[in-house]
C-alpha cells in the first residue's frame, strides 16, 4: 500500500485486478480497515471487468457482503456489469433530515412526550408492520412512480418530491420483475423504520461550519432538526436475494469464475443485468417512499405534540439521499466523458455545485451529504465538492462505520453501558429491544468525526454543521 497523501492510499494494480484501489482514510482509520476484510474485499472488486478508474474506499469502509461497505466503483455503460452484491441487501438505505424552527429550549420540556409520539406513530424494530391499508395496486405504482404518488395521497408538502434524490422517482423500475415474495414482505412494511442501525432522531445543530451554505440549506446554530436513517426493508431485501440466485447461475452458465462469488455479476445489455436494474429501481422507489411516509408520521407527532401545524413548524425537508444503489451517470474520466454504471455501497453521492442532476434549490452549493453518527454521537451536513467529482465519481461517505460485527458488540459491550452513555449525554432513547441496543452502541463503531474530517481533508465534502442527539427511536 502506498501513501498519495495524509488521506488517500492506493493499493497498485497487480496481478488480475484491473485497476489500484484508492482508500480515502487517515493512518488510524487504515490500520482499522486492515482488521477486517475491507482491503482484501476492496482488491477482489478490483478485478470486475471494465470497471473504470480507481475501485474505491470511503473513509468508514468495512467488511460487508461481497465488496466492502463504503465502497464505489463504476463500470462502462456499454461494456461493464452489474453486481447485486455491490448494491447490497438493503437497496436505497438512505438519510433524510427534516429541519424545524424550534430551538432545544422550546423542545426540552416536552421532549420526553414527543419521543412517546414519534415511537408510536412510527413502527420500528424487527417484523414491525404498518396498518395503513395500502393495496397491490398501491404498491406498484410506488415502486414506478415513488414520491409522486404518495404525495396524491396526501403523506407530505408539495416540494418534497423536489428535495429528494431522484426528484424521489428513480426512472426505469420494473415491477413485474420483483417477485410475488418480495412484493408480499413489502406491503405491510410500508411506513416503517425497520432494526439494525436504522432510526428516527431528533438533533440540535451545535455547530455551523460554513455560514453561507447553512443560510442556503437553511441551518441555523441551536435549531432543532430530525434525521431518519431507513430503506427498502423486506421488499428490497427479497430483491437482492432472488437476483443473487439468479446471478449465480448466469455465472455458471457463462463460465465466469470470480474469488468472491458474493461478486456475481452479468453483463450490461444482459436479460439478468436488464431484470436485476428493474427490480433494483423498484426497491429504490419503495425506499424513498417509505421514508416519505415516516416522514408525515413525524411531522404529525410534533404537530401534535406542539398544537401547531407541521407548516408552521418550519418542517421543510432538507433532503433525502440514497446510499446502496448502482445508477446510470456521465463522468469525465481521463479527459473523456463517459457514461457508467456508478455502485454505491455505503457511499453516498456528493455532486458538486452546478451539476444538473441537484435540485436547483441548492445547485449552486453542492448536493448536501447527509452523515449520520454512531447512537449518541454526533451527525453531520456536508456539501459536495467539485474535487469529488474528478476523485471519486461524485461520492462520499455515508456514516461513520463499524468496528465490531453486531454479535461482537453484543458479546462485549452490556446493554446497561450503552442506556447509561445515552442517558449521561441527556438524550431520550425508545427501543423496542433493550436487549439488542448495543448493537448500535457508540464503541461498535469509528469515530464518526475523523471519518468526516478526512473526507473534508480529502477535499470531497465540506463540512456545514455539526449536530448532537436528543432523542433517539429505534428498533
Not at 471487468?49 to 466503483?73: F, R
Not at 474535487?387 to 463499524?402: D, W
Not at 429491544?433 to 464518526?448: F, H, I, Q, T
Amino acid at each position: 500500500m502506498e501513501k498519495i497523501h495524509d488521506y488517500l492510499w492506493e493499493i497498485p494494480k497487480e496481478g488480475d485486478m484491473a485497476v489500484p484501489v484508492r482508500v480515502y482514510a487517515n493512518k488510524a482509520l487504515i490500520e482499522n480497515m486492515k482488521k477486517d476484510r475491507t482491503l482484501m474485499q476492496a482488491r477482489n472488486a478490483a478485478k470486475l471487468p471494465s470497471i473504470t478508474k480507481n475501485m474505491l474506499v470511503m473513509p468508514d469502509g468495512h467488511e460487508g457482503y461481497g465488496s466492502p461497505i463504503g465502497g464505489v466503483a463504476a463500470f462502462d455503460a456499454n461494456s461493464g456489469i452489474i453486481s447485486p452484491g455491490f448494491v447490497g441487501f438493503d437497496i436505497n438505505c438512505g438519510i433524510r433530515v427534516i429541519k424545524t424552527n424550534l430551538t432545544e429550549k422550546e423542545i426540552r420540556p416536552v421532549l420526553g412526550s414527543l419521543m412517546d409520539a414519534m415511537f408510536r406513530n412510527v413502527p420500528s424494530g424487527v417484523g414491525s408492520e404498518s396498518k395503513l391499508g395500502f393495496t397491490q395496486k398501491d404498491l406498484d405504482r410506488i415502486a414506478t412512480d415513488g414520491v409522486g404518488y404518495i404525495l396524491e395521497k396526501g403523506y407530505g408538502f408539495a416540494d418534497d418530491a423536489e428535495r429528494t434524490e431522484e426528484g424521489g422517482c428513480i426512472e426505469g423500475a420494473m415491477t413485474g420483475k420483483v417477485s410475488e415474495l418480495a412484493k408480499q414482505r413489502g406491503i405491510k412494511q410500508l411506513g416503517t423504520l425497520g432494526a439494525g442501525n436504522h432510526f428516527a432522531e431528533v438533533q440540535k445543530v451545535a455547530e455551523i461550519k460554513d455560514e453561507g451554505i447553512a443560510k442556503a440549506f437553511g441551518l441555523f446554530e441551536g435549531q432543532v432538526v430530525v434525521m431518519l436513517h431507513s430503506g427498502s426493508r423486506g421488499y428490497g431485501h427479497q430483491v437482492c436475494s432472488d437476483y443473487l440466485k439468479v446471478l449465480a447461475d448466469y455465472q455458471k452458465r457463462n463460465g465466469i469464475v470470480m474469488p468472491d462469488p458474493e461478486l456475481a455479476y452479468a453483463h450490461v445489455a444482459s436479460k439478468e443485468a436488464d431484470d436485476y436494474l428493474g427490480a433494483m429501481r423498484a426497491a429504490v422507489n419503495f425506499a424513498f417512499v417509505n421514508r416519505q411516509i415516516m416522514m408525515h408520521f413525524i411531522r404529525k407527532s410534533f404537530a401534535d405534540t406542539f398544537k401547531k401545524s407541521a407548516d408552521e413548524l418550519g418542517m421543510e425537508l432538507l433532503y433525502d439521499l440514497s446510499h446502496n444503489i448502482a445508477k446510470l451517470e456521465e463522468h469525465d474520466v481521463d479527459g473523456k466523458r463517459m457514461k457508467l454504471y456508478v455502485h454505491r455501497k455505503g457511499a453516498t453521492r456528493a455532486f458538486g455545485p452546478g451539476r444538473k442532476e441537484i435540485t436547483r434549490i441548492y445547485r449552486d452549493y453542492g448536493q448536501p451529504v447527509l452523515i449520520p453518527g454512531s447512537m449518541g454521537t454526533a451527525s453531520y451536513v456536508l456539501a459536495g465538492r467539485e474535487e469529488s467529482m474528478t476523485e471519486t465519481f461524485g461520492s462520499s461517505c455515508h456514516g461513520a462505520g463499524r468496528v465490531m460485527s453486531r454479535h461482537q458488540a453484543l458479546r462485549e459491550i452490556p446493554s446497561s453501558k450503552t442506556f447509561s452513555a445515552m442517558k449521561s449525554k441527556n438524550i431520550e432513547v425508545r427501543v423496542r429491544s433493550r436487549k439488542l441496543v448495543s448493537e448500535e452502541a457508540e464503541w461498535a463503531y469509528k469515530n464518526v468525526d475523523d471519518v468526516v474530517a478526512t473526507i473534508e481533508s480529502a477535499k470531497i465534502s465540506k463540512i456545514v454543521a455539526r449536530m448532537v442527539p436528543m432523542g433517539v427511536a429505534k428498533g
